[in-house]
Antibody, heavy 114, light 110 residues
Protein backbone atom coordinates (compact mmCIF):
# COMPACT_ATOMS: atom_id res chain seq x y z
CA UNK A 1 0.00 0.00 0.00
CA UNK A 2 1.38 3.37 -0.99
CA UNK A 3 -0.29 6.73 -0.51
CA UNK A 4 1.44 9.88 -1.75
CA UNK A 5 -0.01 13.30 -1.03
CA UNK A 6 0.78 16.44 -2.99
CA UNK A 7 -0.45 19.98 -3.47
CA UNK A 8 0.46 21.57 -0.18
CA UNK A 9 1.59 25.20 -0.35
CA UNK A 10 1.79 28.57 1.37
CA UNK A 11 -1.43 30.48 0.69
CA UNK A 12 -3.18 33.55 2.01
CA UNK A 13 -6.37 33.58 4.09
CA UNK A 14 -9.39 33.23 1.83
CA UNK A 15 -7.47 31.39 -0.87
CA UNK A 16 -8.28 27.96 -2.28
CA UNK A 17 -6.08 24.91 -2.62
CA UNK A 18 -6.53 21.36 -3.92
CA UNK A 19 -4.70 18.45 -2.38
CA UNK A 20 -4.20 15.14 -4.13
CA UNK A 21 -3.42 11.66 -2.89
CA UNK A 22 -2.14 9.04 -5.35
CA UNK A 23 -2.88 5.50 -4.24
CA UNK A 24 -1.27 2.25 -5.33
CA UNK A 25 -0.78 -1.31 -4.16
CA UNK A 26 -4.38 -2.02 -3.30
CA UNK A 27 -7.90 -1.98 -4.74
CA UNK A 28 -8.51 1.75 -4.40
CA UNK A 29 -12.06 1.61 -5.75
CA UNK A 30 -13.07 -0.86 -3.03
CA UNK A 31 -12.00 1.26 -0.08
CA UNK A 32 -13.30 4.20 1.87
CA UNK A 33 -10.68 6.92 2.09
CA UNK A 34 -9.99 9.54 4.74
CA UNK A 35 -8.22 12.88 5.14
CA UNK A 36 -6.63 13.65 8.52
CA UNK A 37 -4.70 16.78 9.47
CA UNK A 38 -2.20 17.77 12.13
CA UNK A 39 -1.59 21.39 13.06
CA UNK A 40 1.99 22.27 14.03
CA UNK A 41 2.80 20.78 17.43
CA UNK A 42 -0.75 19.49 17.85
CA UNK A 43 -2.59 16.18 17.67
CA UNK A 44 -4.34 14.47 14.81
CA UNK A 45 -7.77 15.58 13.60
CA UNK A 46 -10.12 13.72 11.30
CA UNK A 47 -11.17 15.97 8.39
CA UNK A 48 -13.30 13.99 5.95
CA UNK A 49 -14.26 10.53 4.65
CA UNK A 50 -15.53 9.35 1.29
CA UNK A 51 -17.19 6.08 0.42
CA UNK A 52 -15.53 3.82 -2.13
CA UNK A 53 -17.89 4.86 -4.91
CA UNK A 54 -17.96 8.52 -3.89
CA UNK A 55 -21.65 8.46 -3.05
CA UNK A 56 -21.23 9.39 0.61
CA UNK A 57 -19.03 12.10 2.08
CA UNK A 58 -18.63 13.22 5.68
CA UNK A 59 -16.81 16.18 7.21
CA UNK A 60 -15.71 17.53 10.57
CA UNK A 61 -17.87 20.52 11.48
CA UNK A 62 -15.03 23.03 11.18
CA UNK A 63 -14.57 22.41 7.43
CA UNK A 64 -18.17 21.64 6.43
CA UNK A 65 -19.15 23.90 3.54
CA UNK A 66 -15.55 24.97 2.82
CA UNK A 67 -13.81 21.68 1.99
CA UNK A 68 -14.89 19.04 -0.52
CA UNK A 69 -13.55 15.51 -0.62
CA UNK A 70 -13.69 13.66 -3.93
CA UNK A 71 -12.07 10.77 -5.74
CA UNK A 72 -11.34 9.47 -9.21
CA UNK A 73 -11.27 5.68 -9.09
CA UNK A 74 -10.04 5.48 -12.68
CA UNK A 75 -6.94 7.41 -11.61
CA UNK A 76 -6.62 5.83 -8.15
CA UNK A 77 -6.67 9.31 -6.71
CA UNK A 78 -8.23 11.09 -3.75
CA UNK A 79 -8.66 14.85 -3.55
CA UNK A 80 -9.43 17.55 -1.02
CA UNK A 81 -10.62 20.88 -2.40
CA UNK A 82 -10.13 23.52 0.26
CA UNK A 83 -11.82 26.91 -0.13
CA UNK A 84 -11.97 30.00 2.09
CA UNK A 85 -8.85 28.87 3.89
CA UNK A 86 -8.19 30.19 7.38
CA UNK A 87 -5.08 30.41 9.50
CA UNK A 88 -6.40 27.57 11.65
CA UNK A 89 -6.37 25.27 8.61
CA UNK A 90 -2.57 25.35 8.71
CA UNK A 91 -1.50 21.73 9.11
CA UNK A 92 0.08 18.69 7.58
CA UNK A 93 -2.67 16.88 5.68
CA UNK A 94 -2.54 13.10 5.46
CA UNK A 95 -4.61 10.74 3.38
CA UNK A 96 -5.33 7.37 4.90
CA UNK A 97 -7.04 4.19 3.82
CA UNK A 98 -10.40 3.23 5.28
CA UNK A 99 -12.09 4.64 8.33
CA UNK A 100 -9.75 2.49 10.40
CA UNK A 101 -6.77 4.45 8.96
CA UNK A 102 -4.78 1.29 8.31
CA UNK A 103 -2.31 2.95 5.97
CA UNK A 104 -1.11 6.56 5.87
CA UNK A 105 0.65 8.77 3.38
CA UNK A 106 3.65 10.91 4.28
CA UNK A 107 1.60 14.12 4.41
CA UNK A 108 1.65 17.48 2.65
CA UNK A 109 2.00 20.83 4.42
CA UNK A 110 -0.57 23.57 4.01
CA UNK A 111 0.31 26.95 5.47
CA UNK A 112 -2.30 29.70 5.55
CA UNK A 113 -0.70 33.03 6.36
CA UNK A 114 -0.69 36.60 5.14
CA UNK B 1 -10.67 19.41 23.30
CA UNK B 2 -10.40 15.94 21.80
CA UNK B 3 -13.36 13.60 21.68
CA UNK B 4 -11.35 10.75 23.23
CA UNK B 5 -9.35 11.31 26.40
CA UNK B 6 -5.78 10.09 26.71
CA UNK B 7 -3.17 10.90 29.34
CA UNK B 8 -0.75 13.47 27.92
CA UNK B 9 2.27 11.45 28.97
CA UNK B 10 3.41 8.00 30.04
CA UNK B 11 6.78 6.53 30.81
CA UNK B 12 8.61 3.36 31.66
CA UNK B 13 12.08 1.88 31.80
CA UNK B 14 13.40 -0.51 29.17
CA UNK B 15 11.90 -3.95 29.62
CA UNK B 16 8.95 -2.70 31.62
CA UNK B 17 5.31 -2.59 30.54
CA UNK B 18 3.21 0.53 30.17
CA UNK B 19 -0.50 0.92 29.48
CA UNK B 20 -2.10 3.93 27.83
CA UNK B 21 -5.82 4.50 28.24
CA UNK B 22 -8.28 6.03 25.81
CA UNK B 23 -11.67 7.00 27.22
CA UNK B 24 -14.62 7.75 25.01
CA UNK B 25 -18.37 7.43 25.35
CA UNK B 26 -21.14 5.02 24.57
CA UNK B 27 -21.40 6.75 21.17
CA UNK B 28 -17.96 5.69 20.04
CA UNK B 29 -15.58 3.41 21.96
CA UNK B 30 -18.39 1.85 23.96
CA UNK B 31 -20.42 0.82 20.93
CA UNK B 32 -18.00 0.08 18.12
CA UNK B 33 -15.09 -2.36 17.95
CA UNK B 34 -13.30 -0.03 15.57
CA UNK B 35 -10.68 1.35 17.93
CA UNK B 36 -7.23 1.85 16.45
CA UNK B 37 -3.91 2.93 17.88
CA UNK B 38 -1.33 4.86 15.89
CA UNK B 39 2.33 5.44 16.65
CA UNK B 40 3.98 8.65 15.47
CA UNK B 41 7.65 9.44 15.78
CA UNK B 42 8.63 13.13 15.58
CA UNK B 43 8.54 14.43 12.04
CA UNK B 44 7.10 11.20 10.70
CA UNK B 45 3.69 10.07 9.50
CA UNK B 46 1.53 8.04 11.88
CA UNK B 47 1.57 4.28 11.60
CA UNK B 48 -1.19 1.95 12.75
CA UNK B 49 -0.10 -0.55 15.38
CA UNK B 50 -3.48 -1.85 16.56
CA UNK B 51 -6.80 -1.92 14.70
CA UNK B 52 -10.25 -3.21 15.58
CA UNK B 53 -9.39 -3.04 19.29
CA UNK B 54 -6.81 -5.80 19.46
CA UNK B 55 -5.56 -6.78 16.01
CA UNK B 56 -1.98 -6.20 14.98
CA UNK B 57 -0.96 -5.48 11.39
CA UNK B 58 1.76 -7.72 10.03
CA UNK B 59 5.16 -6.49 11.06
CA UNK B 60 4.05 -4.94 14.35
CA UNK B 61 5.76 -6.68 17.29
CA UNK B 62 3.56 -8.67 19.62
CA UNK B 63 4.84 -6.45 22.42
CA UNK B 64 1.97 -4.18 21.42
CA UNK B 65 -1.51 -5.26 22.47
CA UNK B 66 -4.90 -3.64 22.66
CA UNK B 67 -8.05 -4.18 24.69
CA UNK B 68 -11.34 -2.52 25.52
CA UNK B 69 -13.68 -2.45 28.48
CA UNK B 70 -16.83 -0.39 28.32
CA UNK B 71 -16.03 3.10 27.08
CA UNK B 72 -12.28 2.76 27.62
CA UNK B 73 -9.72 1.24 25.30
CA UNK B 74 -6.15 0.50 26.29
CA UNK B 75 -2.82 0.02 24.58
CA UNK B 76 -0.18 -2.01 26.41
CA UNK B 77 3.44 -1.97 25.39
CA UNK B 78 5.39 -4.80 27.00
CA UNK B 79 9.14 -5.13 27.13
CA UNK B 80 9.66 -1.44 26.41
CA UNK B 81 12.41 -0.61 23.97
CA UNK B 82 14.06 2.71 23.18
CA UNK B 83 12.43 2.83 19.75
CA UNK B 84 8.99 2.74 21.35
CA UNK B 85 9.45 6.33 22.45
CA UNK B 86 6.87 8.19 20.37
CA UNK B 87 3.44 9.77 20.44
CA UNK B 88 0.49 7.39 20.48
CA UNK B 89 -3.01 8.27 19.31
CA UNK B 90 -6.21 6.31 19.68
CA UNK B 91 -9.09 6.64 17.24
CA UNK B 92 -12.60 5.29 17.20
CA UNK B 93 -15.44 5.09 14.77
CA UNK B 94 -18.22 7.31 16.07
CA UNK B 95 -21.12 6.40 13.82
CA UNK B 96 -22.33 8.16 10.66
CA UNK B 97 -18.94 7.43 9.13
CA UNK B 98 -17.22 9.90 11.47
CA UNK B 99 -13.94 9.26 13.25
CA UNK B 100 -12.76 10.69 16.55
CA UNK B 101 -9.23 10.96 17.85
CA UNK B 102 -7.64 11.09 21.24
CA UNK B 103 -5.35 13.97 22.08
CA UNK B 104 -2.27 11.77 22.02
CA UNK B 105 0.10 10.37 24.65
CA UNK B 106 3.82 11.01 24.62
CA UNK B 107 5.55 7.82 25.69
CA UNK B 108 9.01 8.29 27.18
CA UNK B 109 11.40 5.40 27.65
CA UNK B 110 13.48 6.31 30.68
Amino acid sequence: VLLVESGGALVQPGDSLRLSCAASGFAFSSNWMTWVRQAPGKGLEWVANIKNDGSEKYYVDSVEGRFTISRDNAKNSLYLQMNSLRAEDTAVYYCARRITLDSWGQGTLVTVSS
Amino acid sequence: QSALTQPPSASGSPGQSVTISCTGTSSDVGTYNYVSWHQQHPGKAPKVIIFEVNKRPSGVPDRFSGSKSGNTASLTVSGLQAEDEANYYCTSYAGNSKVVFGGGTKLTVL
